[in-house]
């Protein structure tokens, strides 16, 4: 029965560092800020932006929304963006996706400063990251990376296969496995034969956003396996993308949905929000 890389508690000793960090910073007459802006009224994103806001609240971060209309023009977006840059009270900028059809997201996360992008979308921390040098890294794939430390999980040389290619977790956690030495191979829609490679991995992470895309038989005896799906059953509960209760049985460890990669995500943004503090 594999172990459960528990995320809440990894978490939480993450932001007890943090407030200790942000108290140091305080001390030297710096708040921490964090702005989030929010276009239009999707309700997941009033959740996520709210739990960003406790998190924020719990460690000392300042915060401050920025709720937009969905009726509001791409320039209106970007000169919001331009006032936040301009403000030295503000640390981090973050934009709540997804925003209205219509708009450029990448072209508003492009006009994010990258010293205030902890995020870490804009081109120039993307391009850092792949040339392994200091940057903000994409939330999610830090946050799994400090799980896996936290667990005492080799990945120097270990094979590690990654189920999905997004720019927000795929794309960032490979560069982030391959400088730790792993060997690290991506799939997506368009991969054949997904079962035969997936029974290779010896850390196996699904981001796709599928209900029980990963099944029993498609995980190597003693992986480790990481959900980063967030969807909903018929019942209403959330899971992941991950079969649970069957992959348990075969992986040596196995994050939950929810209560594993979701805390580590919103940990680590807090982390970056107090590099960005650090660095004035």
């Known amino acids: ?61 300042a915060f401050e929304e920025i709720l937009l209309p969905d009726s509001i023009s791409m320039k209106e977006l970007l000169e919001t963006i331009d006032t936040l840059n301009a403000r030295p009270d503000i640390h981090g900028i973050l934009l709540q996706s997804p925003i209205p059809k219509g708009m450029d997201i990448q072209q508003a996360f492009n006009h994010i400063s990258p010293q205030k992008d902890v995020d870490g979308f804009h081109p120039i921390n993307v391009g850092k990251l792949a040339l392994g040098q200091k940057c903000f890294i994409p939330c999610t794939a830090y946050g799994i990376m400090q799980l896996l430390e936290t667990y005492q999980i080799p990945i120097e040389g270990k094979q590690a296969v990654i189920i999905g290619r997004s720019n927000i977790v795929g794309k960032p956690l490979y560069q982030c496995l391959l400088q730790k030495h792993a060997t690290v191979t991506i799939c997506h829609s368009r991969t054949k034969h997904l079962k035969e490679i997936t029974q290779k991995a010896d850390i196996l992470v699904s981001a796709v956003g599928k209900l029980n895309l990963v099944t029993a038989d498609m995980v190597k005896e003693g992986a480790v396996v990481i959900d980063v799906g967030m969807n909903r059953k018929p019942d209403g509960k959330l899971a992941g993308d991950v079969d649970f209760e069957k992959v348990q049985s075969v992986a040596s460890f196995i994050t939950p949905v929810p209560g594993g990669v979701g805390p580590m995500t919103i940990a680590m943004l807090m982390h970056n929000v107090i590099q960005a503090a650090s660095q004035v």
């Not at 594999?2 to 910073?25: M, S």
Request: aromatic share 2%; proline share 0%; glycine share 6%.
């Open 1 to 61: 029965m594999a172990q459960i890389l528990d995320g809440k508690v990894c978490a939480q000793k993450v932001r007890e560092k943090l407030k200790i960090q942000n108290k140091k910073l305080q001390q030297k007459g710096i708040q921490a800020k964090l702005a989030v802006i929010q276009v239009g009224e999707d309700s997941a994103s009033k959740i996520y932006v709210r739990n960003k806001s406790k998190a924020c609240q719990e460690i000392g971060i």
